[in-house]
């Protein structure tokens, strides 16, 4: 009997120094974690994005037509929710742009709609404005396709291949030149350094 309680003291000794040494662990590791939390974000360059800030604009590159060439700036468009609303908002931008104004192809045209698939292809649907026929060179309708082509695909990793419809329907070609019925990637060597 005396055995059994001398047992029963050791075991109880033991059970409440490794709940005694846990427990130290288990705090000064909380608090390592705290101190390494803290001294990373004190080293960290980009701050959490806090509530207010979703509401902030998206900086996109936007892509345009300027003397023969495509331009590059930079525009704010307003957050989306998803890669597909923000891509149109993108695209919108571009439509909308005092620098792209100029352009004939583009000052013709409207954004009728915008579908993203899962394979990365963007589905850019166009509508002629209020003239039914877009009128311009050669150039100047590859350079506004590659504007759009140029700004979804470098703001969008997601972005694969751009193809073209018109009024919901494949299209032959924007302004009779450029053969829309095929896929487009980025081409950097129409913007000018």
Known sequence: ML????????????VLV??????FFWTRMN???AAQMQAGQDKSPI????????NEPLGVTLFYPLDGMLASGTAPVKRQPDTQAQAREALLAVFSD????????????KLRAFYLDSQGTAYVDLTAGQQKEIRASAWEEQL??????NTLMQNFEEIRQVAFL??????????????LSRKYGKRMDLVRQ
């Open 98 to 109: 005092q620098r792209a104004a100029g352009a004939s192809a583009l000052r013709d045209v």
């Open 31 to 33: 608090a390592l974690d």
């Open 3 to 14: 055995d059994s309680r001398l047992l029963l003291v050791i075991i109880i000794g033991i």
């Open 47 to 54: 701050a959490p994005i806090q509530p207010g800030l979703r």
């Open 144 to 149: 506004a396709i590659y504007a759009m082509v």
């Open 18 to 23: 490794a709940a005694a040494g846990g427990f």
């Open 166 to 179: 018109m009024d919901g329907r494949e299209a032959q070609s924007l302004a009779g030149h450029m053969d």
